[in-house]
């Protein structure tokens, strides 16, 4: 306590002045990196690095806009599935405001969802998937000590199972707690998501140590988007506001893709992109802001999660169409994650090797 009080907490008192009296006075009031010298060389190479890809930042940013369109489209859907009158924005208030959507009492009945989650998919898993980890696993709260400021995630286990990788979710109110779009959370943060990937990697014997533990994100959260996708093949998304959750994350990385972009060559102020996120999806204005702010402080690294995906997708159409009935999905995904983690060009190399042998 003593050292909280004599030597932390001044420390802090330090750095806010610090921040207040001389850093922020002298600080720029341009948002982009297209303000600074080399700022679109610079943000040009953060692009290819977070991505693995030889995209622009225009085609990426093209890339966003159609997505951004069709999620639209398909969100009207089902509004209209469900007998929504009102507009896509009204639709998102009604989600996050009715009754309907907050069905639990306690924190347990919000495990228990996810564990059904779990059980519904987990037959179906057997078809998709020649190769599971050995690596154990669970659903657990969030520790009360950080719930606040945590948001679901995965914390992998390790190696020698000594630690099973763990499904964390903040609960603060079970009351509070909207279970629109459970079903896509778990698929990405779990099962076959985050749990299928790193722990296979973790476990794979072929791998030299420093590549078992090797990431780069557009590969990682590129196949935790893709797998979101599996939904219905996985037996999930029956339920219309279940879809509606799936459809809601993955607009929420498709809006990455504009916004990043828009911010760091194209001039797209703070405020603008905070209202281009609130327009097209289901979130708050405090929410939008860290988001936005979070692109302006990492300048590139929110494309790897879209880029991932629509490359996972586009190679497996792409080998579906070229194999026909030599294609299986199971062994795609073994292809896809025996090799761990690597640049999206090498897997693609990779799956043209696999491809050309079948």
Same mark, same amino acid.
């Given at each position: ?120 998919? &987990? ?13 154990? +696993? ?6 009360? +000590? ?11 286990? &390790? ?69 979101? &996708? ?96 030599? +294609? ?31």
């Amino acid at each position: 306590f003593y050292q909280i009080t004599h030597a932390i907490l001044p420390s802090y008192s330090k750095l806010k002045q610090f921040i207040k009296e001389e850093y922020l006075p002298k600080s720029r009031k341009t948002h982009g990196l297209s303000s600074l010298p080399n700022g679109l060389a610079m943000y040009q190479f953060l692009a290819k690095n977070y991505t693995t890809t030889t995209l622009t930042p225009d085609s990426i940013y093209q890339l966003g806009l159609n997505e951004v369109a069709r999620l639209r489209t398909e969100m009207e859907k089902i509004k209209t599935q469900v007998g929504f009158s009102g507009t896509l924005a009204e639709f998102f208030e009604h989600i996050n405001a009715d009754p309907q959507f907050y069905i639990f009492k306690t924190p347990k009945e919000v495990l228990d969802s996810f564990r059904s989650v779990q059980n519904t998919i &987990t037959p179906n898993l057997k078809t998709m998937f020649e190769t599971v980890p050995k690596t154990k +696993f669970e659903i657990r709260q969030t520790e009360a +000590f950080r719930a606040a400021s945590a948001s679901a995630e995965y914390n992998a286990g &390790t190696a020698d199972g000594s630690r099973p990788g763990i499904f964390y979710t903040p609960i603060l109110d079970a009351k509070k707690f909207n279970a629109v779009g459970m079903e896509t959370l778990f698929l990405h943060e779990a099962i076959p998501g985050h749990h299928y990937q790193i722990s296979l990697q973790q476990e794979n014997k072929s791998l030299p140590e420093f590549r078992k533990y090797l990431g780069y994100s557009a590969y990682a959260e590129g196949w935790a988007l893709y797998t979101e &996708t599996l939904g219905k093949e996985l037996g999930v998304y029956k339920n219309p506001y279940q879809y509606l959750g799936h459809l809601s994350d993955a607009m929420h990385r498709a809006i990455r893709l504009v916004v990043d972009v828009a911010i760091h060559t194209k001039g797209m102020s703070h405020d603008d992109a905070i209202h281009y996120m609130m327009t097209n999806e289901r979130i708050s204005k405090a929410e939008a802001t860290a988001e936005i702010e979070r692109y302006m402080a990492i300048p590139g690294q929110a494309l790897s999660y879209k880029i991932g995906q629509l490359s996972l997708l586009a190679l497996r159409a792409k080998y579906e169409k070229e194999l026909g009935p030599k +294609f299986k999905l199971a062994d795609f995904h073994t292809q896809v994650l025996n090799g761990g983690n690597m640049p999206l060009k090498v897997l693609e190399k990779k799956l043209s090797l696999w491809a050309k042998s079948l």
